[in-house]
């Protein structure tokens, strides 16, 4: 059987059946503890095993810094090229807090790295200023984190509570 007749053939039965939809309702279906599994869900498997693909309280895609330590939230306007990284505690829930006035996004793309700074867009009147938030509005580095994949990297830098991250981005879907 030719690849393509397969595939469609799956297509098919994965319509029929309704593909981990519980019923015609089109709600997820529940796990073995009867809660659901829906993409901001952690049923079914331990906290620190998870990914990140769920998006975070912005509406973003969130990455790990460090152990667990940190996280990142990156939100995305297609229109304006516009990026905002919000830096979140381990919890993804609190606001994590930085003293640096930028953090990097570093692109390498066919071998030629550029270095992208997004600046600190929340500061306060603490001594020295802290920021969580980090905004650039650049449409070039919008589309190489859009592309990342094989032939784009991209890397993100960033100093919290005196410790130095570097957590490299990866390929995301958009349907949010």
């Not at 330590?69 to 606001?95: F, R």
């Not at 070039?140 to 957590?167: H, M, P, R, Y």
Request: aromatic fraction near 4%.
């Amino acid at each position: 059987m030719r690849a393509s007749t397969l595939l469609l053939l799956i297509s098919a039965l994965c319509l029929a059946i309704g593909c981990g939809k519980d019923d015609a309702s089109g709600k997820p279906a529940a796990d073995a503890t009867g809660q659901t599994a829906g993409p901001d869900s952690h049923a079914g498997h331990d906290h620190h095993d998870h990914d990140h693909a769920a998006l975070g309280p912005h509406g973003g895609h969130v990455m790990e810094i460090g152990e667990e330590q940190y996280h990142a939230e990156w939100t995305h306007d297609n229109t304006s090229g516009k990026i905002t990284i919000y830096l979140l505690d381990g919890e993804i829930k609190d606001d994590a807090w930085s003293t640096a006035e930028s953090i990097v996004i570093s692109t390498t793309i066919r071998d030629k790295t550029e270095d992208y700074q997004l600046v600190a867009a929340n500061q306060d009147d603490q001594n020295p200023p802290q920021a969580s938030k980090f905004e650039i509005t650049s449409p070039n580095l919008l589309t190489a984190l859009n592309q990342v994949g094989e032939a784009v990297k991209a890397v993100l830098k960033v100093s919290i509570g005196g410790d130095s991250f570097t957590k490299a981005f990866e390929a995301h879907n958009h349907d949010h």
